[in-house]
């Protein structure tokens, strides 16, 4: 009996965690992306570790939450109805992953217009939650 317990807990130390199922990580996607859409730039800054790093296209790096959250409130002012779809989710042991995936969205104004990005960030379990700890993007064009 022994055995099997030590076996059983063995099993379970070396499977990845759940959430780093793809389709895991795209339920974490749909929500910072409701999140966005509502403008709500606390909340999807509060899917950011702390001492997260965020390197937008075509802007300075930004550390930290509340810089985050600073880029963020400026950001859904301009751009809305973003949907974002994993692609492939990577475990980098127990406790992060690495996703690519991609993102459609319209920006705001008198003539909108449909744009995309592509993006590679890493997801880290913090406590019970998986924050992002980095997140790069760009587009094609």
């Not at 790093?53 to 509340?66: E, H, S």
């Not at 692609?87 to 406790?95: D, E, N, Q, S, T």
């Not at 992060?96 to 993006?119: D, H, M, V, W």
Request: charged letters at 20%; hydrophobic letters at 45%; proline letters at 4%.
């Amino acid at each position: 009996m022994r055995v099997a317990v030590i076996a059983g807990c063995l099993v379970l130390a070396t499977t990845p965690a759940l959430a780093q199922s793809k389709a895991a990580i795209q339920k974490l996607n749909d929500l910072w992306a409701e999140a966005y859409n509502k403008g709500d730039a606390k909340a999807v800054a509060a899917m950011y570790t702390s001492d997260a790093y965020m390197l937008p296209a075509a802007a300075p790096m930004i550390k930290g939450t509340a810089a985050i959250e600073a880029y963020l409130r400026e950001a859904v002012k301009s751009h809305g109805d973003l949907n974002c779809t994993t692609i492939y989710v990577k475990p980098l042991g127990p406790r992060a992953a690495r996703e690519i995936g991609t993102c459609t969205f319209k920006s705001k104004g008198a003539t909108p217009q449909n744009l995309a990005i592509k993006y590679a960030v890493v997801w880290e379990k913090i406590g019970r939650s998986w924050k992002l700890s980095q997140d790069i993007w760009n587009t094609d064009k």
